[in-house]
C-alpha cells in the first residue's frame, strides 16, 4: 500500500498494522476451508506459523481490519490489487465494504491508476463487495488457489479513479 497509514477509523472498524497478537484470530480464521478456498495465497490447512509468517513477512501492503471494540475481523490491502477476507462469523455485515472505502479515497486522492481486483465466480458475497464499490468486471480469469493446488474461474474487475468519483 502507498503511504500505508498509521490506522484509519470508519464508523463501524478500525484499519491498523497487524501485530503478533494478531496471529491466534488470523489462524482461526483462515484455518477454515471456507475461507481459503477463494483466496490466492492462503494454504489449507492454515497454522499459526503461517499467521506468524504473514504478520512478519507479507502484511506490508495489508491491514488488520478490527471491530471498534477489538476484534479483529479481517485484512485489507490495497497494492497493486485491492485484496481482502473477512472471518466467516462477519459474512454478510458489509465489513469488506466499509473496510475499502477509506483505503480507495486515500488512492485516488493521490494517485489516477485504477484498482484491479478479482474474485472467484461462485464467490458470491465479493463480487458484491466490488460491485458496491464500483468495480466493474472487465473479464474472465483462472485464478490460482494455493488451498485447492488449481485453476479456478473467476472475474477480473477494475475500478477507475473517474467511476470512483461518480459514486462518491
Excluded at 5 to 27: E, H, K
Excluded at 106 to 117: A, Y
Excluded at 140 to 153: D, F, G
Aim: net charge neutral; proline share 7%.
Amino acid at each position: 500500500m502507498k503511504h500505508l497509514p498509521p490506522s484509519i477509523q470508519t464508523r463501524r472498524l478500525i484499519l491498523r498494522p497487524f501485530g503478533p497478537s494478531d496471529a491466534p484470530a488470523i489462524a482461526a480464521a483462515l484455518n477454515d476451508p471456507q475461507m481459503s478456498r477463494g483466496l490466492l495465497m492462503v494454504p489449507f490447512p492454515y497454522l499459526q506459523a503461517d499467521a506468524e509468517w504473514f504478520i512478519a513477512e507479507g502484511a506490508q501492503d495489508a491491514l488488520a481490519v478490527c471491530l471498534k471494540d477489538g476484534p479483529l475481523v479481517g485484512a485489507m490491502g490495497l497494492g497493486n490489487t485491492l485484496g481482502y477476507w473477512i472471518a466467516k462469523e462477519h459474512w454478510g455485515m458489509g465489513y469488506a465494504t466499509e473496510a475499502a472505502k477509506p483505503l480507495l479515497t486515500q488512492h485516488f486522492s493521490s494517485f489516477d491508476t485504477p484498482v484491479k481486483s478479482s474474485y472467484i465466480d461462485d464467490n458470491h458475497g465479493s463480487a458484491r463487495v466490488l460491485e458496491k464499490l464500483g468495480f466493474e468486471i472487465v473479464g474472465n480469469t483462472l485464478l490460482q488457489i494455493k488451498s485447492r493446488n488449481a485453476e479456478i474461474a473467476g472475474k477480473s474487475v477494475v475500478l477507475t479513479k473517474q467511476r470512483w468519483e461518480q459514486l462518491t
